[in-house]
């Protein structure tokens, strides 16, 4: 089983329930570095930084086509308009995050569709 999940002190939360879970693989996506290695030294097999590199080919490499699990905690509409992109055919996709906005998320379309209020 692989997982996938975004942000800081919710994705290093869902990161230790994904280990504790037996989840055999467990990627990390943020976009800085700090982040990243603490989340190596909390059990990730990978961190991906965004700025860096493109999660969903990453991922894709990383997972043999997709994960099975894909948990956004990025609050970020450009976060939340790509995270589906992660998951395998078949694959769940569980966002959860508080917004102050309301936004339109346009599934299957580049993050650049999506719109915030």
Not at 9 to 28: C, Q
Not at 63 to 82: C, I, L, N, R, W
Request: glycine content about 10%; charged content about 20%.
């Amino acid at each position: 089983m692989e997982r996938v999940s975004h942000d800081y002190a919710v994705g290093l939360v869902t990161l230790l329930v994904a280990r504790a879970s037996g989840a055999a693989k467990v990627i990390l996506i943020d976009g800085l570095a700090n982040r990243l290695a603490l989340a190596a030294q909390l059990g990730a097999n990978a961190t991906l930084n965004f700025r860096d590199e493109d999660p969903e080919a990453r991922i894709a490499e990383l997972t043999a086509g997709g994960s099975d699990f894909v948990f956004d905690a990025s609050g970020s509409a450009a976060g939340s308009a790509s995270a589906p992109g992660l998951a395998a055919r078949g694959g769940s996709y569980i966002q959860w995050q508080m917004r102050a906005h309301r936004c339109h998320i346009a599934i299957g379309e580049p993050p650049s569709a999506t719109e915030c209020m």
